[in-house]
């Protein structure tokens, strides 16, 4: 381990590929080949499986309405995070503690617990089947997370700067969205990167909420494997392309990740 | 930092706490209601006292699966805490290999988790899946759907291909925050790298270590999706686990009672544990 540093991390990544490389693989292939034979890389190639994702409704529908829920989630998650994160890093408030863990508990509420109530709730102010109810149950856990993170980044800002802000004759809004927002821009951007990345995988109440109007990607993925027996072809492939979205958004953080995943305390 | 005292600066936390309390306060008292109420139908509810409460903590169901899920928890943490802390102290800290490793360790975290279900199961199937074949391959008898300790070394291997990448990152933000000089003082005073790691590295981990202890301690407390596509439980309930069991209570047997009591024991839980790291957390953090 000492001579070859490289050799743990490579091993671990392969050990990460060999999965997905897996379900790319069967993606490529008739559901004949996948039954019929055991091949390590596809025989006989074919794009059907990806071609009948981009050209029926139903399939193509699900990636739609899974986008849509996560962007207005995440839209929503740092609009609302960001004020109350300079709060909690700038200001001591009567119960302001107790409000930082009361935040923090809804994070570790399991989602099983909440699947009913929400399905009565969103039923009863009529959101049921609507993205709109799915990005706001995901705030459950996505807001807290936001306040976090962002709180950790904000902390991280020398207060001398809001100081200097007022002495300029700036006024408090005027300060924040013209300083301070851009001066924790990369937090904001690791912020969204978080509500992005657990609304997508996310999928218990996002089936729960929605039945046909707004079915997210992943539940159109398990109902077809009930429904019209065994089409594994078309599931990798459609499992395939759940992958590429979270790869691009990797893609544009990669520098913050690191900090990120630390909620910006290191 | 030092923080000025405004009582104003709760209306700037004012659309957070409505809108969380809008999706916990009201699910939460509606499994409330659910927990100490009796129902026959037709929306008539009657009290029912503390007896739901008393049935689940009774049941040998809720101690199995509560066993289960503790099993499972402490295995996945055993293995993910220190393969990720080993991996990080591997990685390389400059250079452009930095920046494809951390894409690539990341992968998993993003993919749905009922996707990642999907995958391992296709993946480990005995006929058709890689890894499946492979151990047959070796001699060694294993099929996840019908025995039980194939089922969770599957389980436990997809967490830890699932997981490990968070304790990974977590790890690798601290180590990288360690300025060279300290390291450059290690060398002047002749360390070993035995004591580089627990007098300089360990102790500047000790904060990201509790958050990956913390995250990783309740979403496998918490797992579901991953486990129901992979194995649903089975064979015969040897993977059902506390999240998978509550479901099967409320939506499948519609048994609401009981459902509303394990709701609130199985959150307390959580909730004690997590207050506890949350505590110690914030006490290294007043330093």
């Known amino acids: 381990m000492k001579r070859v540093p490289w050799l743990v991390p490579t091993l671990y990544i392969l050990f990460l590929l060999l999965p997905i490389y897996w379900l790319i693989n069967m993606s490529f292939k008739t559901t004949n080949e996948i039954l019929g034979s055991f091949t390590l890389w596809p025989r006989n190639f074919t794009l059907d499986n990806y071609v009948k994702i981009f050209t029926d409704p139903t399939w193509y529908n699900g990636y739609i309405n899974s986008i849509t829920y996560v962007l207005i989630n995440m839209v929503l998650s740092i609009v609302v995070a960001l004020p109350a994160a300079y709060a909690f890093s700038r200001y001591r408030f009567l119960g302001d503690k107790h409000l930082f863990f009361w935040l923090l508990t809804n994070r570790m509420a399991p989602a099983a617990v909440f699947a009913l109530p929400f399905l009565q709730l969103y039923s009863a102010v009529g959101l049921f089947d609507t993205p709109i109810a799915v990005a706001l149950a995901h705030t459950l856990f996505n807001i807290p997370l936001a306040v976090w993170i962002l709180e950790g980044f904000m902390s991280g800002v020398p207060k001398e700067l809001d100081e200097t802000a007022y002495v300029d004759g700036y006024s408090f809004w005027g300060f924040f969205f013209k300083i301070f927002v851009p001066t924790i821009a990369a937090g904001i951007g690791v912020a969204a990167f978080f509500c992005f990345m657990f609304s997508w995988v996310e999928l218990l109440l996002a089936k729960t909420l929605t039945s046909v109007a707004a079915k997210p990607i992943a539940a159109t993925m398990t109902r077809t494997a009930s429904t019209s027996g065994y089409e594994l072809g078309l599931l990798a492939a459609a499992g395939t392309l759940t992958i590429v979205p979270g790869a691009i958004v990797i893609y544009f953080v990669r520098n913050y990740i690191a900090k990120g995943f630390a909620l910006g305390r290191v | ?287």
Request: hydrophobic share 55%.
């Open chain 2, 1 to 287: 930092m030092n923080k000025t005292v405004n009582q104003k600066a709760w209306f700037f936390v004012l659309p957070v706490v409505l809108l969380v309390a809008f999706n916990a306060i009201i699910p939460l008292m509606t499994v409330v209601n659910f927990s100490v109420q009796e129902t026959f139908g037709d929306n008539m509810f009657f009290w029912a006292g503390v007896r739901w409460f008393e049935q689940v903590l009774q049941s040998e169901r809720f101690h199995a699966a509560l066993g289960r899920q503790i099993l499972f928890t402490a295995i996945v943490l055993l293995i993910e805490i220190p393969l990720g802390l080993a991996i990080a102290l591997t990685m390389p800290r400059k250079g452009p290999w930095v920046s494809v490793c951390l894409v690539l360790m990341a992968l998993p975290l993003l993919i749905p988790w009922n996707v990642v279900g999907a995958m391992w199961n296709i993946f480990a199937l005995p006929d058709i899946g890689l890894l499946g074949r492979l151990i047959n391959g070796l001699g060694i008898e294993y099929n996840y759907t019908r025995q039980i300790f194939s089922a969770w070394f599957t389980m436990v291997l997809m967490d830890v291909w699932h997981w490990t990448s968070l304790v990974v990152l977590l790890c690798y933000a601290g180590l990288v925050s360690i300025p060279d000089a300290y390291y450059q003082a290690a060398k002047v005073d002749g360390a070993r790298p035995w004591a580089v790691f627990r007098y300089i590295q360990l102790p500047k981990l000790k904060y990201v270590l509790t958050i990956a202890i913390l995250l990783r301690f309740m979403d496998s407390f918490m797992i579901y999706t991953e486990a129901v596509v992979l194995t649903g439980g089975g064979p015969g309930n040897a993977t059902t686990f506390l999240s998978i069991d509550l479901q099967k209570i409320a939506l499948g047997q519609f048994d609401l009672g009981p459902a509303g009591a394990m709701s609130i024991i199985y959150f307390l839980i959580i909730l004690f544990f997590s207050w506890l790291f949350y505590t110690l957390m914030m006490k290294d953090e007043a330093r």
